[in-house]
């Protein structure tokens, strides 16, 4: 059963955009090396080829026509049970989904994606690591992975606004923007929420945030369960429109951002004439534009760097604003590091990842390519725009007992107002 | 049966046949995919996609090594890199610009065009039958490869091999006579023809499918490629 | 009145005995004796070829013309040594040869047929020009009778039987495409007699007369090659003793007729030469006394001592180009077929993805497509 399902899935999956690219591979092997679980492991099996060789092998039987032949002689190969289960682990596990292995293909095939649609293969197939699937449930029954509730929820921006003394307004209607954060931000970084709020208020920007979108993240997202990602997206959209928005910001979140700007438009109907952005370029547009403004040099000491992450730098393309704004917060300090940019090396915690215990040791172990990547420069201090990827710096900075100093890039903005 | 019969059935008909086999190959794969159905992008775009596409295959010729970040993949794989690299810059070389096969071309489409030294073409093609070795060495040594390395990818190997090694041995007599190393030259040729739309030699159509993707994915997104 | 050596003969005709032993010096040559191990075992030098002739009686040759246009023949009236030649096929044997003959008609064929009977199984046929087989052989009659009625009864009771030409040996240019009369190589339809095959368009004299030669003095038909071509002059290519062969190698080649490149030597490849498929003599022995011969003089080989030749894709076409290519038509054809093959195969795969979007009873939420 589970197979049918799984083939159900590829076989929808499956249009001239995904095939045109699995026609293209060339089986040169090169991805291998860009997945920094392959570098870490030396094993083949997370080669990205390999992982993509599930819907290789559905596209092979079910749309050509010499597969179709050799299925209807019974001389196929079948997709079993076992390498099903075996690729929920290859898939979930070893793979964040970043997306690098596209960088070094010779074809550009666009890996990431495709990977994405073995997920929602496994997906259908009942196949999802269990943490990520008990996060997921979670999402839908409670309105956040992390199980805040609604009543916790309002605590915690309450406890918030009147800890930091900052304005945070709820469920205003006919404002600008819409503010949308993560659990991970509000329980864990909850300075990120400060920072939006006090910049917000500097560039006086009207803004709220809403307790029916309450959750940017989108584990469903993660597991390549369509149906299950529109409800979620469903749920900011509806709130934007009843508020009667001009634009969502996404705040440090990576996939959300890929969620809500380049995947909702294709996959679902949303309201026309609401703009979704990140936090990152709305910050960087108020110091452009004057309405906030930052003290040069604020950070200008030891050696800072800046983490590239996959939705939103390889993905999302705001390269340029996190490095203008380090330029001129830190123009001694800053560094980059190597491969940095649409290049750069993937946190590990991505693509779910972080949320499944399963995954916990290879998680740790590909984050110690970052480590070394940070000493190399001799960096002290490293700042990103995801808190995904936040979640794993701190985590693995612990792990690997390493002094380097985590940030936000959006708090280090707020601290550094004048 | 003697060689110029041979020879002469598998310039003639047996070349004409793999031709149109080819031709008839290709089409059906390439409709096969265009057919597939492809949803419009909705998501407007952050950046162009024009200039997106563009500046991929700006990146797609351009030597990959010679590009700092890439090297982290690079000293993983110099032997991939390094014979891909010189077997297309061979196979460029040999099939476009050495005379024989603008000759063929000519013939083909009324049209010819100048050819490089035939010292030139020679070497190259020598270079192209070592990369190819090298790759084949590459491929059963590498553990991702050998992974990933499934039957058609070795008859891939030997299919591209053979009119390389003919035609080189043809233009230098080596061993048999000279309409013998040309029968099997052109033998090889026609069953490389024939083999292409059913293998993944076709990757060099499929190529402009993914690199437009490529580039058209980083240009809405406004990522400098 | 007993038979007469072909020594005796040649002295009837007025040969000095000088004459004749540079004669036999010149015979062994062309012969290709010195060369082939095999002869030399048995000692043939010029000495031995003499008294071969001295001892021998003459063995008289039927040369028969079908599909021909006697260039074979004329070939032979300048070759090289005329006289000697000539002294050979006149005097000494040929007791039947349309072009040469000065007997006409009913004569004519009087003295062929009395040959036939005088020589049963020791003479040998000559022939010249390719079999007309089609339509029981009416395009090629001589004095009432097919082609191939003449041809059996002649080669019934010959020795052995000498194709000169491409014409006879395989066809040559009447088999061409698309070959109305049906006309075959001489091998193609005598199948129980020793035969040596003598291609060339036309055949290179020296190399005929050589042949005829070899089976006076030795009597038996030189070693051939798998195309019953006599190895002695057939052995190697025109492109391996061709003396624009360094040019080849070098990858200088002419781009036009008479141009610089071609009067400097270069290679003819490219203007279309089949040098290096084709075996012949061209290159080392040449044409009118070692002149010159086509490639030297700065045309391209055609090919003619090869099966097909005239088919063998165009003259002036370089070899590495195809015999045949599709026609934009045919291209269209294929290319459409598989257009249909793909949209047939792509209106499967999207009854498929369909079919995969209703079926799906357990997840009811992913049934929207």
Known sequence: MNKQSAMNAYIKEIGGWVAGQLEACTRCGL???????????????????????????????????????????????????????????????????????????????????????????????????????????????????????????QERIDWIAEEWEVDIPKDKKGVDTLVVFSSIEIMKFPENLVAVAKIMA??????????????????????????????????????????????????????????????????????????????????????????????????????????????????GGHIKEPRELLAWLAPRAFKEMSPAREQSLCCGGGGGVISIKEADALRLAVFGMKVEQMNKIGAQAVCMVCSNCRLQFTEGVAHYKSGIQVRGLTDMVFKAME | MDWTSILHFFRGPFFTFSLLFFAAGMTYRLIRVLLLGWSRDKVPSRGSKAVGVAKSYLKGVIILPFIPWVKRTFRGNAMTYIGGGLFHLALLAVVVFSTPHMMVWKSLLGFGWPTLPFPVTDW???????????????????????????????????????????????????????ESLYSLHMMAVDVLLIWIPLGRISHFLFYFFSRTIHGAQAGKRAVNP | MSEKTVYESLRESGLSRRDFMKFCGLLSGWMGLEFLPGVKALAATPEQVAEALMAKPRVPLIWLELQDCAGCTEAISRSQSPSLVNLVLNSISVDYQETLMAA??????????????????????????????????????????????????????????IATGNCAAFGGLPKAAPNPTGALGVGDFIKDKPIVNIPGCPAIPEVTTGTIAHFLVMGTLPKTDRLKRPLTFYGHTIHDHCLRRPFYDAGKFAESFGGHGAREGECLYKLG??????????????????????????????????????????????????????????????????????????GANGLAKRKAGKTEPAEPKKAAE
């Open chain 1, 31 to 153: 991805c291998a090396s860009a997945c920094h679980f392959y570098q870490v492991t030396d094993d083949p099996e997370y080669a990205p080829v390999w992982k993509v060789s599930l819907l290789g092998q559905a596209y092979q039987q079910r749309f050509t026509f010499l597969g179709r032949l050799r299925q209807a002689l019974g001389l196929g190969r079948p997709i079993t049970d076992e390498a099903l289960e075996k690729w929920s682990k290859l898939v979930f596990e070893g793979c964040t989904v970043c997306n690098k292995c596209a960088m070094v293909c010779p074809m550009g095939i666009q890996l990431g994606p495709l990977i994405h649609d073995v997920r929602a293969g496994l997906t259908a197939a009942g196949l999802v690591p269990a943490d990520l699937h008990a996060a997921t449930v979670k999402q839908d029954a409670i309105g956040s992975p992390l199980g805040v509730t609604d009543d916790a929820w």
């Open chain 1, 202 to 315: 500097k560039a006086s920007e009207s803004w709220t945030v809403s307790s029916k979108g309450r959750e940017v993240v989108n584990f469903a997202f993660f597991e390549g369960d369509r149906e299950l990602t529109k409800k979620f997206l469903n749920r900011v959209f509806g709130a934007a429109r009843e508020l009667g928005v001009k634009r969502i910001m996404i705040s440090e979140c990576g996939h959300a951002y890929d969620a809500f700007r380049w995947t909702a438009g294709n996959i679902m109907e949303v309201p026309k004439g609401i703009e979704v952005t990140h936090v990152v370029r709305v910050v960087y547009d108020f110091w452009k534009a004057g309405r906030i403004r930052l003290k040069k040099g604020a950070y200008d000491d030891g050696t800072i760097t800046f983490h590239d992450s996959c939705k939103i730098q390889r993905r």
């Open chain 2, 124 to 178: 190259l093609a020598a270079v192209g039958i070592v990369a190819l070795v090298i790759l084949l060495i590459n491929r059963m040594t590498h553990p991702v490869l050998k992974l990933i390395t499934k039957a058609p990818i070795w008859i891939n190997w030997v299919i591209v091999f053979l009119p390389f090694v003919t035609g080189y041995a043809m233009t230098h007599h080596l061993g048999l006579r000279y």
């Open chain 3, 104 to 161: 006409a008609g009913f004569q004519a064929e009087a003295s062929m047929r009395a040959t036939m009977e005088k020589f049963k199984g020791r003479y040998v046929l000559v022939v010249e020009g390719s079999l007309s087989t089609a339509a029981d052989g009416v395009y090629c009659a001589i004095a009432g009778r097919s082609g191939p009625d003449i041809l059996r009864e002649a080669a019934a009771s010959a020795a052995a039987v």
């Open chain 3, 273 to 346: 030469c089949k040098g290096p498929t084709t075996y012949n003599a061209c290159s080392s022995l040449k044409w009118e006394k070692g002149l010159s011969f086509p490639v030297q003089s700065g045309h391209p080989c055609l090919g003619c001592s090869e099966p097909n030749f005239w088919d063998g894709g165009g003259f002036y076409q370089a070899q590495s180009a195809p015999i045949d290519r599709p026609t934009a038509a045919a291209f269209g054809l294929a290319a459409g077929v598989g257009a249909a093959l793909g949209a047939a195969m792509a």
